[in-house]
């Protein structure tokens, strides 16, 4: 007897699931191997291949499948065109999303996330069992994998910055503090659409090494701090900013981060945490898979408005409206005030 149609349907969505592994591998070797790059014009499997040192015969599966996806487009004449998604995998787009594919595909992220059930069974992080530190820690011991980490967090939070400010009014004047903002690209942004604000950027060394403030539009309204946010944050300002921090880490390091900002702001500054804020159970959202990422890896996490309001709190703030941002990963604005 034939399985019911809603029971294939069913068995499809599990399977697609299943094999959804390929699916990433096989944009892991599109962009390691530069195909993107090399898309200059359209160009066949065989070019590509011959290009990138692939066999001609496995790439063009790869890219078939990835056609399929809409990643590439593929024509009635077997060449390969790039669409808006493979613009992102150019190691020259600004930005670009390539470093983050790499990352995402590293031998340590694979079994970390292969060790998801380790996780799950434990309540810590798979990374840590297996390598025997915190991630942070341990990325501070391999220069190679540092690289190619900070590259793709420079893609990924470049993704997207004009709607960040777009979703959010900031004051005419003042200072904005960008606590862990790394280069500082938000930063920049925010001076040069607000010409009397002020800026400081907080940072470790590395980070503030490679900074982008320096721009004639931003001239003498910037300064940096190195240091460490769980040490303590830029004393007077009128807005911090927390971008990619809080959900990296969990409940106590959060909230002793959270704590920190309130210490040190104005008593009417805003503190913004941009992050993805869960919604209700069984809608679909990035923040979903997200949220595992951070479970295998780090010791972080994705919340919800109620988890959010947990953590701020207990630093002394509250929420007072959430902005969604239509931008890479869902990622909402959480302004918070003191309570």
């Not at 919604?279 to 780090?298: I, R």
Request: hydrophobic share 45%; charged share 25%.
């Amino acid at each position: 007897m034939e399985p019911a149609q809603d029971d294939i349907a069913a068995a499809t969505i599990i399977l697609d699931q299943t094999v959804g592994i390929y699916r990433t591998a096989a944009l892991a070797v599109a962009a390691r191997a530069g195909v993107a790059d090399h898309l200059d014009r359209p160009r066949t499997a065989a070019e590509l291949a011959d290009m990138t040192g692939m066999d001609a015969a496995s790439l063009r599966r790869v890219l078939r499948m990835l056609a399929s996806q809409g990643i590439f487009r593929e024509d009635a004449q077997g060449l390969y065109h790039l669409t808006p998604a493979a613009v992102l995998l150019r190691s020259d787009a600004s930005p670009s999303l390539r470093s983050a594919v790499i990352m995402f595909s590293e031998d340590y992220m694979w079994r970390s996330a292969g060790h998801l059930g380790d996780a799950v069974r434990e309540g810590s992080s798979a990374f840590e069992q297996l390598y025997g530190k915190p991630f942070f820690e341990w990325l501070g011991t391999d220069p190679e994998a540092a690289s190619t980490f900070h590259a793709s967090m420079v893609g990924l939070s470049e993704t997207g910055i004009e709607k960040v400010i777009d979703a959010y009014d900031f004051p005419a004047t003042g200072t904005v503090v960008d606590v862990g903002g790394g280069r500082g690209s938000l930063l920049r942004a925010i001076l040069e659409r607000n010409r009397r604000l002020k800026g400081v950027l907080q940072d470790d060394r590395s980070a503030l090494r490679e900074h982008v403030l320096d721009t004639p539009q931003t001239a003498e309204r910037w300064r940096l701090e190195e240091g460490s946010f769980f040490d303590t944050v830029p004393v007077g300002g009128d807005v911090y900013i927390l971008k990619h921090i809080i959900h990296n880490w969990g409940d106590e390091q959060a909230t002793a981060i959270l704590r920190n900002c309130r210490s040190a702001m104005k008593t009417d500054a805003r503190v913004l945490i941009i992050d993805p804020v869960l919604p209700d159970p069984g809608t679909p959202h990035f923040g979903w898979a997200l949220d595992l990422v951070m479970l295998s890896t780090l010791t972080g996490k994705e919340r919800t408005r109620q988890e959010f309001e947990k953590i701020l709190n207990a630093a002394g703030l509250r929420i007072g409206t959430v902005f969604p941002v239509r931008t890479l990963g869902e990622y909402s604005i959480i302004e918070a005030v003191a309570a």
